[in-house]
């Protein structure tokens, strides 16, 4: 019953929030006092980027408005982002949020969506990617 009352509590903290919070744990003997491994996608690559990091320093996903953040040198990391159906964003169906901002800003600012093919299916870089003719401004 307890358990049941927590999760609810839990449940409604997230809604009030309206971000989504996990922790894990990434601790690896080979990189002491550093959160290893956390993974981010970075450009067009459909493989993921192994980043270590020290307590206090954080990575944002380009491909989520998302951050991973390490809180401790035992590996405790916090990982933050906004699903893509927030409510608050405001964003309407034929909009999404603006990923290509860093958290939490990403999640109240929409951008325009397009359908991509396989190639355009992860942001390039440098930043802002170059217009086409046929892509509306």
């Given amino acids: 019953m307890k358990f049941i009352f927590l999760c609810m509590v839990a449940l409604i903290l997230v809604a009030c929030v309206e971000s989504m919070i ?3 744990i990434l601790h690896n003997d080979k990189y002491p006092g550093q959160c290893y491994p956390i993974h981010v996608r970075v450009g067009k690559k459909k493989k ?3 980043f270590a990091l020290q ?5 944002s996903d380009p491909n989520t408005c ?10 405790l990391t916090y990982v933050y982002y906004c699903p893509r159906t927030l409510p608050s964003s405001g964003c309407q169906e ?7 901002l860093k958290f939490p800003e990403c999640c109240w600012t929409c951008a325009t969506s397009r359908d991509c093919d396989e190639s355009e299916s992860f942001p390039s870089y440098p930043y802002p990617p170059k217009i086409r003719d046929d892509q509306p401004t």
Avoid: R, S
């Fill in 22 to 24: 996990f922790v894990k």
């Fill in 48 to 50: 993921y980027d192994v």
């Fill in 55 to 59: 307590p206090g320093e954080e990575v």
């Fill in 66 to 75: 998302g951050v991973q953040v390490c809180m401790t040198a035992a590996g």
């Fill in 94 to 100: 034929d909009e999404a949020m603006d990923t290509l």
